[in-house]
């Protein structure tokens, strides 16, 4: 079971884990699949950092040490490369996640971490985005959360999935299925969606829907996100 907990609790358990993780020589080496324009995780400065993604606006805007322009379903992974591994907000828009994630446990060694975060496809936040065509995501971007550039080349939102296999107990029996270890799991409450209760008319809404989904299914549908740290064992 994940743990409720709010988004800087799972941000330090992370950075916790990482620590532990780290080689007894040499660099720490760190693999962003899907990493964007940046890295979403409090690194060290010395990490022989290597991201991968489709987008050559977002690899352009990337200071890693090595940029790889590919798509992570088809892209070479070498084996046990990487002390961790890192996938944020990325399995949502994935067409065959699973395969992703098994590519995930060759490359990194015995004793790393693959990280993953994302979406909870069963949230309300989850339940609309599917729900909902990517065009309203554009929109919703530019005039909810104030992003003006939302569409643009490079820029969020990315084509949604939500693939049933990122479900959270799917995620948890393919980990079991790599022989891998849960070192931590969490749900939160995304910045994004904290942000939209604070609106004066959508704020209510959203809380009153939310209120109503917990009645209807016992639990809290504002959880939006997860955070999965898995450790293959030495």
């Known amino acids: 079971m994940a743990e409720r907990c709010g988004y800087a609790e799972a941000y330090g358990r992370v950075s916790a884990e990482l620590e532990l993780c ?13 990493g964007g324009s940046a890295s979403h995780v409090a690194l060290p400065s010395d990490v022989d950092m290597t991201v991968i993604d489709m987008s050559p606006e977002q690899l352009a805007r990337n200071g890693a040490r090595t940029k790889i322009l590919g798509d992570l379903h088809s892209v070479e992974m070498k084996p046990a490369a990487y002390d961790m591994v890192v996938c944020w907000n990325v399995i949502e828009h994935l067409k065959t996640p ?76 393919r980990a079991a299925d ?40 016992g639990r809290d549908l504002r959880l939006s996100d997860i955070m999965l740290v898995l450790r293959r064992p030495c």
């Open 98 to 173: 699973g395969a992703v994630i098994d590519k995930f446990v060759g490359t990194v060694r015995p004793g790393g971490l693959i990280v993953l975060a994302w979406p909870d496809r069963a949230s309300l936040a989850g339940l609309f985005t599917r729900l909902t065509p990517h065009a309203f995501h554009v929109l919703a971007l530019r005039h909810i959360f104030g992003m003006k550039d939302a569409g643009a080349p490079g820029r969020p939102p990315f084509k949604t999935f939500h693939r049933p296999e990122i479900g959270f107990d799917r995620i948890i029996a």
């Open 178 to 217: 790599n022989g891998l270890e849960v070192a931590y799991a969490g749900r939160y409450e995304g910045n994004r969606f904290a942000k939209l209760c604070r609106r004066p008319v959508l704020g209510p809404l959203y809380r009153l829907t939310a209120r109503l989904g917990k009645a209807a299914l």
């Open 22 to 34: 780290r080689p007894q020589f040499g660099l720490l080496r760190v693999l962003e699949a899907g």
